[in-house]
C-alpha cells in the first residue's frame, strides 16, 4: 500500500527566507508521480507542482520547486522567498495506480501547517 | 467558471439521519473522487469513480454510498449520520496530467 509521511506538523519562516517541507513516501510502484497542494485558511484545496517518477529534472513551478530524491523516497517542497500569503496547510500526494490497474488514487499525507513571520 | 460545484457548503444532520452531498464537474474529466479532510488526518479517500457507471471503493467506504449519474455528476450518501461522519468533504475531478481539481469542500456536522 502507498503511504506519505510529513513528520513537521507545523514549520515557521521569517518572511522572504526559504523554507523546506519535507515529504517521504512508500511505494512499490515503478511508476508513480508526486504532488504539492496548499490549503490557505479559506480550505481551498490548491494545485502547486508535480513530479513524475522518471522525470529526471526536479520539478520547478515559480517560487516552488521540488527536490525529488528517488532513491531515498523523499519529495520535499521548497518555497524560495517566502511571503505571508505563503502561510497555509501543504500537503503532499502521491498518484498511483489503483488495484484493478485502471484508474489512479491520490494518497496524502497529514500536512505541514506553514505559518510565514513578518 | 469552469470548475468543480459541490452542494450543499455546510449542513447539520442529527445521528441517524440521511443525506446527499452533490458534485459536479464542467471540466469534462473521466475520473472523480469525493475525500473527507479531519483534523490531524490529512485527506483520506472514501470512493471513486473512473468513469460513468463506475464506482471503488477507497480507504474510508465505511458508512457511504456513491452514485456516478453521468459524466458530470458523482454523489456521496450517507444513509445513517454518525458523529463520526462528522467532517468537511471534498470532491475532486481528475485531469489527464494526474492531478486533482478540488471544489471547495463541504462542511457536515452530525450531533
Known amino acids: 500500500a502507498q503511504k506519505i509521511t510529513q513528520t513537521q506538523p507545523g514549520m515557521f519562516v521569517q518572511e522572504k527566507e526559504a523554507v523546506t517541507l519535507d515529504c517521504t513516501y512508500d511505494t512499490s510502484d515503478q511508476s508513480y508521480g508526486l504532488f504539492w497542494y496548499k490549503q490557505p485558511s479559506s480550505g481551498e484545496m490548491i494545485f502547486l507542482i508535480y513530479?513524475?517518477?522518471?522525470?529526471?529534472q526536479n520539478a520547478t513551478e515559480g517560487r516552488y520547486s521540488l527536490n525529488f530524491q528517488k532513491a531515498r523516497k523523499s519529495a520535499n517542497l521548497v518555497i524560495s522567498a517566502s511571503q505571508l500569503g505563503d502561510s497555509a496547510m501543504y500537503f503532499c500526494a502521491m498518484k498511483s495506480l489503483d488495484s484493478g490497474g485502471s484508474n489512479y488514487k491520490l494518497t496524502f499525507g497529514k500536512g505541514t501547517l506553514l505559518t510565514v513571520n513578518p | 467558471n469552469a470548475g468543480v460545484t459541490q452542494t450543499p457548503k455546510f449542513q447539520v444532520l442529527k445521528t441517524g439521519q440521511s443525506m446527499t452531498l452533490q458534485c459536479a464537474q464542467d471540466?469534462?474529466?473521466?475520473?472523480m473522487y469525493w475525500y473527507r479532510q479531519d483534523p490531524g488526518m490529512g485527506l483520506r479517500l472514501i470512493y471513486y469513480s473512473a468513469s460513468e457507471g463506475t464506482t471503488d471503493k477507497g480507504e474510508v467506504p465505511n458508512g457511504y454510498n456513491v452514485s456516478r449519474l453521468n459524466k458530470r455528476e458523482f454523489s456521496l450518501r450517507l444513509e445513517s449520520a454518525a458523529p463520526s461522519q462528522t467532517s468537511v468533504y471534498f470532491c475532486?475531478?481528475?485531469?489527464?496530467?494526474?492531478?486533482?481539481?478540488f471544489g471547495e469542500g463541504s462542511r457536515l456536522t452530525v450531533l
Open positions: 475532486a475531478s481528475r485531469f489527464h496530467t494526474g492531478e486533482l481539481f
Open positions: 513530479q513524475g517518477s522518471y522525470d529526471e
Open positions: 471540466m469534462n474529466h473521466n475520473s
